[in-house]
């Protein structure tokens, strides 16, 4: 049972909409099924006599006598509207019952506390099998505002109860960082411009995306969007003459008099408020990419080595650090997305949505403390190629993060975005596999000599004795035999390296410790080619380069991600 509030000044427009055909004529009987009097809140769907004016002279009787004390001055804001919807497949609920809820809300949100005979006048009208509207005047009959703090997190409370008591669908509990979803008249205008998704939501997609990849400054964010189509406006601040706000518009989204529809950046999600993305650019140096890169798989392994550390920091108590970690997150699952040629792509996009509702929530984030992640991903905007078995074993560490952070969400309360990083944690399992399986397989192909295979079973005895058995008996250990060969070639000492990357993190929990081991040595950096850039940066030359593309034209010239006719 989902309550979406919010206020407005225009009582009989309202009237009219709750009582009309609706937008596509989808208001089958309108009617009351609770109010504040119910002898005294005339229904204009019920009875033949009753008009909008009069029901809603009746329930603006205390705005207006507070207008006439004011002077003629209407307080603000004063209409109070909350639709309230049930889950799909929930059993359909009487009058009687929605009359229930109605009285409970406005209970619970301090609108009409039960047994205040001064408390503000409210209908509830109903107009199909699965919602209402509450509507309500916030004036009281002794003149005073309700106390309406907080009254979408207390009519969500509510709903949990109301859920649990009716034997309705459980959702998730939200603490307000939720984004706002897109409104009934948004989705049928996507419905009858044949497209896929809102507006709001194509919008809210193309800032995350860009506030990702490697922009410096709001500036740069703002000229990347408009380079895929995206309208901006900026609101700027009469003093400092500084960017206070923006909004944006969709290309092709107009209203009825053909001007833009524009939503607000905290509109779009909380942390794409321009204050949010401020502090999500904390150090500009990222931006400033070396043209000349010694081994191009760096920003893959460097992202790698970055997520491995954020897994650390979600252990460890900080939970600010923690939430900027995850913030950071959410940016580095755009720009693997983005960087990935294979087939795979679509689930790992498909993650970085999910993931968006798991990256934020009341605790307020320390996003300089995740700097080096944030940093990293940023990184793979230029990256030239996607370096085969590097790219899942970062694709593999992503799995396991985005595991840590469904747990962190829930051990401190955060069920919607611990569902959230679940469902995340899908596409990514899904992702890895479609990936995994063929590189896995090719490695068992090639696997070494059996002398050699022998040698690796020895250190790995040796290095890792708690854990030999298991990693033996692991069918993964043929693939794993393969890339200590590898490693091996480019200058690991292969005994040496699986103490080091055995105690990375713990593999007593791990159902395949091979398959881990195998990922965490592909991640290592390759000796030679580190000593050779070291040579060659001694004498001044690069060894080889790679330049760069810039963001907006790296995401411009994909024209399904810029078209909202997907």
Not at 92 to 102: F, I, S
Not at 137 to 166: L, N, Y
Request: charged residues 25%.
């Amino acid at each position: 049972m989902v309550p979406d509030v919010s206020t407005g000044s225009d009582s009989r427009g309202l009237i009219v909409y709750l009582f009309g055909p609706g937008r596509r004529d989808e208001h089958t009987d309108p009617h009351i099924v609770a109010a504040w009097d119910m002898a005294g809140a005339p229904d204009p769907g019920r009875d033949p006599a009753a008009t909008y004016t009069q029901l809603a002279k009746r329930l603006d009787h205390h705005v207006d006598l507070r207008t006439r004390e004011l002077g003629g001055k209407k307080p603000p804001q004063h209409v109070w509207h909350c639709p309230v919807r049930t889950a799909p497949g929930d059993r359909y609920l009487t009058d009687a019952e929605w009359a229930e809820v109605a009285r409970r809300i406005v209970h619970a949100t301090d609108i009409a506390p039960e047994g205040d005979e001064k408390a503000c006048r409210w209908i509830a009208v109903r107009h199909a099998d699965d919602h209402i509207h509450i509507m309500a005047t916030t004036v009281r009959a002794d003149g005073r505002r309700p106390r309406t703090h907080r009254d979408g997190q207390r009519a969500q409370a509510e709903c949990r109860k109301i859920e649990a008591e009716f034997g309705l669908r459980r959702l998730k509990s939200g603490d307000l960082t939720a984004p706002r979803t897109p409104t009934g008249a948004e989705c049928a205008k996507a419905e009858r411009q044949g497209q896929t998704v809102t507006a709001r939501h194509w919008l809210r997609e193309q800032a995350y995306a860009v506030a990702a990849a490697a922009v410096r400054t709001e500036a740069d964010y703002f000229t990347v969007l408009q380079s895929l189509g995206v309208k901006v406006k900026t609101r700027i601040g009469p003093e400092t003459g500084d960017v206070i706000g923006y909004s944006l518009a969709a290309p092709g989204d107009t209203n009825a008099a053909g001007e833009p529809v524009w939503y607000g950046g905290s509109k779009l999600a909380p942390d794409l408020s321009i204050n949010r993305l401020r502090e999500r650019l904390p150090d500009q140096k990222v931006a400033d990419h070396p043209r000349y890169m010694p081994d191009p798989a760096e920003p893959w392994r460097h992202t790698t080595t970055a997520i491995h550390a954020a897994h650390s920091v979600l252990d460890a108590g900080d939970d600010a650090a923690a939430q900027g970690h995850l913030a950071a997150f959410g940016d580095a699952l755009y720009n693997i997305a983005s960087a990935t040629t294979g087939p795979h792509r679509a689930e790992l996009r498909a993650a970085a949505m999910a993931f968006n509702r798991a990256r934020r929530s009341a605790t307020r984030a320390d996003h300089q403390a995740a700097t080096a992640l944030r940093k990293a991903a940023k990184e793979l905007v230029y990256a030239s190629s996607e370096p085969g078995g590097l790219a899942i074993a970062l694709l593999f560490a992503t799995v396991h993060l985005a595991r840590a952070a469904a747990k962190w969400h829930e051990q401190r309360g955060h069920e919607q975005q611990a569902a959230a990083a679940k469902e995340a944690l899908r596409h990514l399992q899904a992702g890895y596999q479609q990936a995994a399986t063929p590189v896995l397989a090719d490695l068992a192909r090639r696997a070494p000599q059996a002398a050699t295979a022998g040698r690796f079973e020895q250190d790995v005895r040796a290095a890792l004795p708690d854990h030999a058995d298991r990693i033996l008996a692991d069918p993964t250990w043929t693939a794993l035999t393969t890339t200590l060969a590898q490693a091996e070639t480019a200058g690991h000492n292969p005994r040496r390296l699986l103490a080091e990357v055995g105690t990375q993190r713990e593999l007593d929990s791990a159902e395949h410790p091979a398959e881990v081991l195998n990922w965490r040595v592909t991640a290592q950096p390759n000796r030679r080619t580190q000593a050779a850039s070291s040579r060659s940066t001694i004498s001044g030359t690069p060894s080889m380069s790679a330049t760069p593309h810039p963001p907006a034209t790296r995401m411009a010239t994909r024209p399904e991600e810029r078209s909202r006719h997907r």
